[in-house]
Nanobody, 125 residues
Framework: QVQLVESGGGSVQAGGSLRLSCAASGYTVSSYYMAWFRQAPGKEREGVAAIAGDEAPRYADSVKGRFTISRDNAKNTLYLQMSSLKPEDTAMYYC???????????????????WGQGTQVTVSS
């Protein structure tokens, strides 16, 4: 059974940094398509960053150059390093995973069947 547990969220001032973690169990992160999504109040859940195998990571335009997705296969953990945070980055952040997929659809919510419970990120101005 696939389980995903996020951590690392919190409150930070604009310009600050946070690193989110997603501890996975029931499968190996290196073999799955994995992604970070976020959902702000009143908005749809959107893909932020995704990674799979040896393919190039994908990023939403709004976070390119500021966020970095990575994984530690030994720890079976996915990360999202967030820098130069802005108030508009405030949202609940979710980790997602699926055993197969396409690089073209890595940031689509419908591409993922396994989700964590989320971790809140709040950026103040």
């Amino acid at each position: 059974q696939v389980q995903l547990v996020e951590s690392g969220g919190g409150s930070v001032q604009a310009g600050g940094s946070l690193r989110l973690s997603c501890a996975a169990s029931g499968y190996t992160v290196s073999s799955y398509y994995m992604a970070w999504f976020r959902q702000a109040p009143g908005k749809e859940r959107e893909g932020v960053a995704a990674i799979a195998g040896d393919e190039a990571p994908r990023y939403a335009d709004s976070v390119k150059g500021r966020f970095t997705i990575s994984r530690d296969n030994a720890k079976n953990t996915l990360y999202l390093q967030m820098s130069s945070l802005k108030p508009e980055d405030t949202a609940m952040y979710y980790c997602a995973a699926h055993p197969r997929g396409s690089w073209w659809y890595m940031l689509r919510r419908s591409s993922y069947s396994n989700w964590g419970q989320g971790t809140q990120v709040t950026v103040s101005s």
